[in-house]
């Protein structure tokens, strides 16, 4: 395996260092989910990821003690214009059992059906994902948003309506502009494929935005739990539930969240439990922040990146774009299995010619539910203690199974058919013996994250 001398990693972490001081001047956001602080910038997003203005914004619930301030609150732009906390405070300052109703007073759309939507999304989800509310101030909902993503500058979270819609009516008034990191690690010899599998079969059902299909709100449901319990872990990171109560109401939103950093769920994993491998942490900066590769990581095969990525501690490799998403991963992965028994499975592959097929894709090496592996279980454990705020969560972790390892040199397009008596599961390993549809979904492939 190609890896870094340490030279070049100096010279790449000095490099990254520099350029983080000098974004840290102009901009506090976040991209993909993550967060960021002055001094601290997690990575730099497209000012149109989020509404620019308040024009189009509303309050769901027009006649809620914030419905003026929070269409005002969602766009700041700069740390002196982030909002008080006695403007719009956490949730969780105001209420440790939040109601949907409570929820819904804190949200914003720029079309009344996305409200409408979420509130019956709500409905449906278990009513144990409330209290995760109580670390955000504002859930945005507008259809510019792509990716969605949390904020420290204003603590709330932007959802993409892709993940709302049920009607092509609806479908039509949302921005159908790619995620910018569509093409993020292209040059690189591997690729990196994602999904949650059910009952032997994807979870759910892709619908692109550019289709004429509907959908049902069943169909919904699991992928905006996904992205929820995702978005949510970043709100619960800077502003741990243990914290909300004591948290002064006086200071701006992002001054509470810079104020201990030492006391971020992130912050505490990364210095008790870290991501060890410098290699995988400057692939990370590839696949998701758009960093042009080096010569040993253009050089890096599917295998070699799967090897590596074996013996350390991460559930997905979206974890070494920064620690917040390390948080955000496992925090997501852990509660699909726990409420909704959904397996997740990572794979790195080759980068084909055609990548319209997904026979094309041939793995070289992958891994079905990563957090069964005891070193990945212990830091998951300790992520959700945190943003549960409970010293006990056996019975979450309780969930996990075993990892098994996916047979290599067999395509993507396949689905597991575990039998937990046969000689391949013995052994650890996935049998896959039935082909999915021959055309790749788009959704597999990185960056198909929040």
């Excluded at 983080?20 to 149109?48: K, T, W, Y």
């Excluded at 912050?267 to 010569?295: C, E, I, M, W, Y």
Aim: charged residues 25%; glycine residues 6%.
């Amino acid at each position: 395996m190609n890896i870094l001398s340490l030279p070049q990693r100096m010279s790449r972490e000095l490099v990254s260092l520099l350029l983080a001081l000098i974004v840290s001047i102009f901009l506090s956001g976040c991209g993909g989910g993550g967060g960021s602080s002055a001094g601290e910038v997690d990575s730099v997003i497209p000012r149109d990821n989020v509404p620019s203005n308040t024009t189009g914004l509303s309050a769901v619930v027009a006649n809620s003690s914030y419905a003026d301030d929070l269409p005002t609150c969602a766009v700041v732009d700069s740390s002196a214009d982030s909002c008080s906390l006695q403007t719009v405070p956490l949730l969780g300052m105001e209420t440790d059992s939040p109601t949907i109703d409570d929820v819904m007073s804190r949200v914003v759309v720029s079309h009344a059906w996305m409200g409408v939507r979420f509130r019956e999304a709500l409905e449906q989800l278990p009513a144990e994902m409330l209290p995760l509310f109580k670390s955000i101030t504002i859930i945005a909902i507008a259809d510019n948003i792509r990716p969605s993503s949390y904020r420290t500058l204003t603590g709330a979270i932007y959802l993409d309506p892709n993940r709302l819609w049920l009607s092509n009516a609806e479908k039509d008034t949302i921005d159908k502009t790619p995620d910018y990191r569509s093409d993020f690690g292209s040059e690189l010899q591997f690729v990196s494929l994602w999904r949650y599998i059910k009952d032997g079969d994807y979870a759910w059902e892709r619908f692109p935005l550019d289709g004429t299909e509907t959908r049902a709100l069943d169909d919904i449901i699991w992928p905006l739990a996904a992205l929820l319990f995702h978005e949510l872990a970043h709100a619960g990171d800077f502003f741990p539930p243990a914290d909300i109560g004591f948290i002064d109401p006086d200071q701006s939103v992002v001054d509470a969240a810079q104020e201990q950093p030492d006391r971020r769920v992130s912050s505490r994993l990364t210095d008790q439990q870290p991501l060890n491998s410098d290699l995988l942490k400057g692939v990370g900066l590839v696949l998701f922040r758009g960093h042009n590769a080096d010569s040993d990581e253009l050089a890096l095969t599917a295998e070699q990146v799967g090897q590596e990525f074996e013996i350390d501690g991460a559930n997905d490799d979206y974890s070494y774009s920064s620690k917040f998403e390390d948080v955000a991963m496992l925090f997501e992965e852990v509660m699909m299995k726990y409420y909704f028994d959904i397996d997740r499975e990572l794979a790195y592959t080759n980068q084909p010619e055609d990548p319209e097929l997904c026979n094309n894709f041939i793995i070289g090496w992958g891994s079905r539910h990563r957090t069964g592996i005891p070193l990945v279980k212990s830091r998951a454990e300790l992520v959700v203690q945190q943003l549960l705020n409970r010293d006990d969560v056996s019975e979450y972790i309780a969930v996990l199974p075993d990892a098994l390892l996916m047979n290599n040199q067999e395509p993507w397009c396949t689905v597991q058919q575990l039998d937990p008596d046969s000689e391949a599961a013995l052994d650890g390993r996935v049998s896959r013996p039935q082909l999915l549809p021959t055309r790749m979904r788009p959704d597999d492939l990185n960056p198909g994250y929040h």
